[in-house]
């Protein structure tokens, strides 16, 4: 089935004209420049703005895009192009890192030595024989001292591509903005499997996470974290697929586009830049200048609350309602209601930044029906891409199967009970084994070889494989 053009018409005059232009420069997709550029001033207006779903929640205005595109699409090109802004403020981070960094030595000086006399004074104040009284109360004080110990420079990157939880988490701690943006989406869709799930969904509603197990646990709060993946074609339907994402969360939190290949259908044309993009550049800098933020000292973002309008407010809500119905038995999203439950709040999300990029207070009605359109436009591209990413995910098991078969009964008959028995974890139950060995059948792999009166069945794999 074919996707529905990308509604670039809904990003506002301004961005819309960002996204073409890169597509212009680059003959990529467009959906490839659009979830580019997207995260990018994801970024810029997390940094910046919060925003208050007409539910009352506050939250953050960051979205996670997962993009499906075969090497050769000019991901790279467009990459270059969106992060243009973000790479020159980095580097402005980078010459000052040795500034800040004598400016961090010198108050971790003061530091240490107002600490040292706070704690002497403290215990001058008991007499000698007071023990531990005197011992607890110079803790204590040291405990308040540890609590304002000055922090380091964070190192100088807002976009980073190591896709590994452990490594977000360590960067987050010590920047409280950041984009992911990589074309290696495998670490962290596995380690999302595990441990990671908690983490994105954590940070994705609330820009918070926890840290550490027991009573050693903390957790880190005001962090953004924007994410921009992109996957070759069969790792993506893989991940869209996972029962583990889709009952951890993850896959709700996410908004695909798996464009058309533009390949071969390329035309060569001088490469020109469009003066939009000076625009955006400036744009993009000026949300990510410090002034827009607190000092990383604080190691917090600090950000305005962008509400909605009565009028945008109604949109939204019927927009919620819509979604409502159509994850009812019967409606379109009924086999996809995670996803239907999370699209008012990517619509809020996706409105804040329209609204941010615009340098608008609030969420009118144009920024409203942008960000409803573009979550519409993401809900019926997810739909598109569930069945090719259950039978990229089926033929994946039935493969699988057949080489599980030829290793261990290539040499006689099995059981339909063999494969629930002992095959792979995915092939455990009667159903499901049963599913497998018809597929493998119409294949021509395997064929039935008898049935016996009480319902078993022996099968045997076939000369073809």
């Given at each position: ?140 004080a040291?405990g ?7 922090l380091?420079?964070?190192p ?32 962290l ?68 586009a ?26 993009i ?5 410090p ?49 239907a439950?999370?699209l ?20 009118e ?20 891409l ?7 995910v ?28 002992d095959g ?23 064929r ?18």
């Amino acid at each position: 089935m074919l996707a529905a053009p990308y509604p670039a018409d809904a990003l506002g005059v301004r961005l819309s004209a960002v996204v073409r232009a890169v597509v212009s420069a680059t003959q990529a997709p467009i959906e490839i420049a659009a979830q580019a550029v997207l995260s990018v001033v994801s970024l810029a207006v997390q940094n910046r703005l919060s925003v208050r779903v007409p539910t009352g929640e506050i939250r953050p205005p960051s979205c996670f895009f997962l993009t499906l595109a075969e090497s050769g699409e000019r991901k790279s090109a467009v990459a270059g192009l969106a992060l243009a802004p973000v790479r020159a403020r980095e580097e402005e981070l980078a010459r000052a890192q040795p500034v800040d960094e004598l400016d961090y030595r010198a108050r971790l000086q003061a530091w240490r030595l107002y600490r040292t006399r706070m704690t002497r004074a403290v215990l001058e104040e008991w007499p000698s024989d007071s023990g531990a009284r005197g011992e607890g109360d110079a803790a204590h004080a040291d405990g308040k001292m540890l609590a304002r110990k000055p922090l380091p420079p964070a190192p100088p990157f807002l976009a980073v591509s190591a896709a590994q939880v452990a490594g977000l988490i360590d960067q987050l701690k010590a920047r409280p903005n950041l984009l992911l943006f990589s074309d290696t989406a495998a670490p962290l869709l596995r380690t999302a499997k595990l441990t990671g799930a908690a983490f994105l969904r954590e940070v994705w509603d609330n820009g918070s996470f926890i840290v550490g197990r027991g009573r050693g646990a903390q957790r880190i709060v005001e962090r953004r974290l924007s994410v921009h993946l992109t996957a070759p074609p069969d790792e993506g339907r893989a991940f869209l697929a996972d029962p583990v994402l889709a009952r951890e969360g993850v896959l709700a939190r996410f908004l695909v586009a798996g464009p058309a290949s533009r390949i071969g259908a390329r035309p060569w044309c001088p490469p020109t830049l469009d003066p939009c993009l000076g625009d955006y550049a400036r744009q993009i800098g000026a949300g990510l200048d410090p002034a827009a933020g607190t000092p990383a000292d604080v190691s917090q973002v600090m950000t305005r609350v962008a509400e909605f309008s009565p009028a945008a407010r109604d949109r939204w809500s019927a927009f919620a309602g819509e979604m409502e119905g159509r994850m009812a038995a019967g409606g379109d999203f009924a086999a996809s209601r995670a996803l239907a439950a999370k699209l008012p709040q990517h619509a809020a999300r996706l409105a804040a930044l329209i609204a941010g990029y615009e340098n608008v207070a609030g969420i009118e009605e144009g920024a409203a029906d942008g960000g409803i359109a573009l979550a519409r436009w993401y809900g019926a591209e997810a739909l598109r891409l569930a069945p090719a990413a259950q039978q990229n995910v089926a033929e994946d098991q039935s493969r699988e199967v057949l080489a599980w078969l030829q290793r261990s009964h290539s040499k006689g008959p099995f059981a339909l009970a063999d494969v629930y028995s002992d095959g792979p974890s995915f092939a455990r139950t009667s159903r499901a084994a049963r599913a497998l060995l018809r597929d493998l059948e119409n294949a021509g792999h395997v064929r039935l070889a008898a049935t016996w009166k009480r319902g078993g069945e022996a099968w045997e794999l076939t000369q073809k494989s």
